[in-house]
């Protein structure tokens, strides 16, 4: 095939796969306890008795929700045992953060089948989401609930390719696993755009603000972030971590490259000095691995 040929082929992958993406244009109904959690949490009058009473009618939310307040990588002082108490130390604005993000992963969420196992997505979700903030907080980062809802969400477009385009999903897995191209190459080639360009496509329709959608895009390649290279390259280095530490790893991303040229945004200079910054979060990963063993 000659250049054009290449290019037209991609183009109309492209364009079919955003036709797909369009009909998914409303989220799918998110479950009653978030909506209702979100629609408390956006109201003036809201009173911490009302909210902890919505919450608690979903045993799911409220494990979900403690565990991520709880998170070693999250950083909070005192244990969360309770919705009360974890609306005190969360605050309403954190709190709507996390819902807000657990609402989306949990809309979006598929059933378990041998090609992705939801459960050890949603722990790569969580770790990454967990230490961005976490990266975010010790590498003075201004707005660590950002870095939260990006590196909690960077990895959305795959979850949609499974849910919404399945047989493109099983084809890309097989591309991979039968000719040895990675996942980038197999997305462009299956569906003319990759998972980073599912998710911003999504989240850029959805309204998310514009950093959000950026970091989506790039947390593969941070050069390529135009305004917001510290916080790409927070998220970039906690999905990397996943894969260094083998703690909350995705399969997905087993060929990412550390980009170390954009790490100097975070004052790391050379892949030495990335190897030891790493390994000085690993005992954080492990106990974080530990405090989410029981969830589902
Ligand atoms: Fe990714
Ligand atoms: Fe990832």
């Known amino acids: ?27 799918p109904p998110v479950p009653k306890a978030i909506k209702e959690a979100l629609d408390l ?9 009302q909210l902890s009473h919505v919450i608690s009618t979903d045993q799911g939310l409220v494990t979900k929700i403690l565990t991520i307040a709880n998170s070693p990588l999250y950083g909070l002082q005192r244990k969360v045992t309770t919705i009360d108490f974890a609306i005190l130390v969360l605050g309403y604005h954190e709190l709507k953060n996390i819902i807000s993000v657990l609402s989306i992963v949990e809309s979006f969420k598929n059933k378990t089948d041998q090609y992705l196992d939801q459960k050890e997505f949603w722990l790569h979700s969580f770790i990454t989401g967990t230490a961005s903030r976490r990266l975010a907080e010790d590498l003075d980062f201004p707005n660590e609930g950002e870095a939260f809802i990006t590196g ?3 990895d959305m477009g795959i979850s949609v390719i499974h849910r919404f385009m399945h047989s493109s999903f099983i084809e890309i897995h097989n591309l991979v696993n039968g000719s040895g191209i990675n996942y980038q190459e197999a997305e462009l080639e299956v569906l003319g755009m990759t998972h980073q360009q599912i998710g911003y496509y999504l989240f850029e329709k959805w309204n998310f603000p514009d950093q959000v959608c950026d970091v989506i895009l790039n947390h ?26 083998e703690k909350g790893k995705s399969y997905w991303d087993k060929d990412i490259q550390l980009n170390l040229t954009e790490l100097s945004n975070l004052r790391i200079r050379n892949q030495e000095e990335a190897d030891k910054f790493i390994i000085g979060y690993e005992e954080l990963f492990n106990n974080q691995v530990e405090a989410v063993r029981y969830l589902n």
């Open 152 to 154: 909690f969400l960077h």
């Open 41 to 49: 949490l956006s109201s003036p009058k809201t009173n911490n008795f």
């Open 220 to 245: 593969h390649n941070p050069e390529k972030s135009a305004n917001n290279k510290m916080l790409t390259s927070i998220i970039h280095l906690a999905d990397y971590m996943t894969q260094k530490l």
């Open 1 to 27: 095939m000659n250049m054009v040929t290449l290019a037209t082929t991609l183009q109309k992958k492209k364009e079919k796969t955003e036709l797909i993406l369009r009909n998914i244009f409303n989220l």
